[in-house]
Every structure is written in structure tokens, then in C-alpha cells.
């Protein structure tokens, strides 16, 4: 038995030998490079800053009206800031609906203390997103007085004003769109 496992050993190595030799043509070889070489990619351009509540009003081709009347009232600056702002954005079609002249009448210098008020009359101060909003829920804006929250039917209205598009998000808050300019009561 011992006989055999030698002859087995020995076959074992005359065979790994043979092999070996049989691979090697003669010719050294450089060892291969194993370092991974890092192809650079090009810089990612910068992300965009996110935009603030203004910002995203700027670039809704549906609310130029109340982007004008946020300049005219100068609180641009106030709602560029750190916020965070709930804004009920009426949309260019809810200002149109106003009785005429109604607009152009609110954007004139002398009546820039009623444009506040009715535009900070949108506003409330914190991020309140639409699944925070309860039926009969009153909401204090900006302005001092108090939105109140209508739900039925799944439909969201804010001082009888449809909640059109909800959670339009913004660096400094949440923008929802309603389908009327609310008024803040006298």
C-alpha cells in the first residue's frame, strides 16, 4: 500500500512539473498591473439651489397675478426668508374671477396697505402640509385673522376656496393652490 501511495505522489509531481514547464514559454512575462486605474469622471454641475416659496410662484406660468401682487406689496423679500410659510396661492384665473378693476385697483401705490393685508391673509406662518388639515379647522395667518378648513367628500377648500393642487414644496414651505382670492373678513 505504501508503494502505491508513493508511485501516486510521484506521478502527482512529475505531472504538476510537466505542466508547469509546458505553460512557460520561455519568455518572461511583466506581472500584470492589478491596481485599479480611476477614470475621472467629469464634475456634476452644481444642483440647484431648491427654490423658495416665491420662487416656485415666479415659475408657475399660472400665477403671475399673485407673483405682481407680492412685488407691488413688497413682501418678497418677507416670503423669500427662512420661513417656514404656508401659502394658499390663488391662481391667475381666481383673480380674474374678482369683480373688474378689482386688481388693477389693489395694485396701485395707494392701496398697497389692502394688498398686504389680503395677500398675508394667504399666508400662514409654519409648514402646514394638506394631511394636517382637518374639517372646520381655523388656521391664523399672517395677517391676524383665521382661514377656515373645509373637507367633503375628499375635497379640500379653504374659506370656500378649492384646494386645486396640494404640497407644492419650497425650501421655506409649502405652496397649495386654490381656485379663488380669499378675503379676510372686515
Request: proline share 6%.
Amino acid at each position: 500500500m505504501q508503494k502505491k501511495f508513493f508511485s501516486l505522489i510521484t506521478i502527482l509531481a512529475f505531472s504538476s512539473a510537466l505542466f508547469f514547464a509546458c505553460n512557460n514559454d520561455g519568455e518572461k512575462k511583466p506581472a500584470e498591473d492589478t491596481t485599479a486605474t480611476v477614470k475621472e469622471e467629469p464634475a456634476a454641475p452644481p444642483a440647484e439651489a431648491p427654490k423658495d416659496v416665491v420662487d416656485v410662484a415666479i415659475g408657475s406660468p399660472d400665477h403671475t397675478t399673485l407673483v405682481a401682487a407680492v412685488q407691488a406689496a413688497g413682501l418678497v423679500e418677507t416670503l423669500k426668508g427662512a420661513g417656514p410659510f404656508t401659502v394658499f396661492a390663488p391662481t391667475n384665473a381666481a383673480f380674474n374671477a374678482l369683480p373688474a378693476g378689482t386688481v388693477d385697483g389693489l395694485l396701485k401705490p395707494e392701496k398697497k396697505a389692502d394688498l398686504t393685508s389680503i395677500l398675508t391673509y394667504h399666508v400662514v406662518p409654519g409648514a402646514v402640509k394638506a394631511a394636517d388639515l382637518k374639517d372646520g379647522q381655523k388656521i391664523k395667518t399672517v395677517q391676524g385673522a383665521e382661514l377656515t378648513v373645509s373637507i367633503k367628500d375628499g375635497k379640500v377648500m379653504i374659506d370656500g376656496a378649492n384646494v386645486t393642487a396640494a404640497d407644492l414644496t419650497a425650501s421655506n414651505g409649502v405652496i397649495h393652490v386654490i381656485d379663488a382670492v380669499v378675503m379676510p373678513k372686515k
